[in-house]
Nanobody, 120 residues
Framework: QVQLVESGGGLVQPGGSLRLSCAAS????????LNWYRQAPGKERELVAT????????TYADSMKGRFTISGDNAKNTVYLQMNSLKPEEPAMYYC?????????????WGQGTQVTVSS
């Protein structure tokens, strides 16, 4: 089993920055996709960014390109989401998700989320 713990959320002004962390522990697979999702009140959960292990391939939702950066530190089993120029419409609960595998070894783990509040 894998446990994911998000941290780094909090209150930030519009245009400000935060760095979220997702720390993984347990039986960590050697190949997986780590996703950051977010969900605002009353809205559907949306994919924010993705990074693959191995390879480090990153992808972003169009609205986050140029502002958000996903990165990983394999030595610490941690993935980060650097968020810059946060917009008022982006307060949400942010979740990390580890997904992958095949056949009998498929997996889909979720953290508990960390709250980001964008307010002046």
């Amino acid at each position: 089993q894998v446990q994911l713990v998000e941290s780094g959320g909090g209150l930030v002004q519009p245009g400000g920055s935060l760095r979220l962390s997702c720390a993984a522990s347990g039986l960590i697979f050697s190949s997986y996709v780590l996703n950051w999702y977010r969900q605002a009140p009353g809205k559907e959960r949306e994919l924010v960014a993705t990074i693959t292990t191995p390879g480090g391939k990153t992808t972003y939702a169009d609205s986050m390109k140029g502002r958000f950066t996903i990165s990983g530190d394999n030595a610490k089993n941690t993935v980060y989401l650097q968020m810059n120029s946060l917009k008022p419409e982006e307060p949400a609960m942010y979740y990390c998700n580890m997904r992958g595998g095949w056949g009998r070894a498929q997996f889909d783990y979720w953290g508990q989320g960390t709250q980001v509040t964008v307010s002046s």
